[in-house]
């Protein structure tokens, strides 16, 4: 008999450690079953109303990373590096349309993690 309960003990055990080594939400809260465990990513929603396909890059001070191309009249939605997203940095984006000699890019905002950027590419 001590021994069954002894090992029902340490069965138990077993179950309750990963119980108690769960890990915690970034935001210091406690952390529910099913939520993540890697912070929000920053994205941008680009609603090309051009018929020219772009390509859109993210552009932290002489930093100009790639995003991706968004064909003409449509949307996509990208995700932006977590490097360059939070702790007071600002970022501009460009569009920059294929064939074209102008690629005009956005003032600067300041994007946190979680944060959607909503972007329009005017008619051409």
């Given at each position: ?9 340490a ?9 108690c ?9 406690a ?8 912070e ?10 051009s018929w ?6 993210a552009?932290?001070?002489?930093q ?19 490097g ?13 349309p ?5 690629a ?16 329009y590419?005017?008619?051409?």
């Amino acid at each position: 008999m001590y021994d069954r309960s002894r090992a029902l003990v340490a069965l138990l055990a077993l179950f309750l450690l990963p119980a108690c080594a769960a890990p915690r939400a970034s935001g210091g809260g406690a952390w529910e079953p099913g939520q993540s465990t890697q912070e929000p990513r920053a994205t941008i929603r680009v609603e090309n109303r051009s018929w020219n396909e772009v390509t859109v890059y993210a552009i932290r001070s002489t930093q100009r990373v790639r995003l991706g191309n968004v064909s003409g009249v449509s949307t996509r939605t990208f995700t932006i590096p977590q490097g360059m997203v939070g702790l007071g940095a600002t970022l501009r984006f460009q569009a920059d349309p294929l064939g074209s000699d102008r690629a005009p890019i956005s003032q600067e905002i300041h994007v946190s993690p979680g944060d959607q950027v909503q972007m329009y590419v005017p008619p051409s």
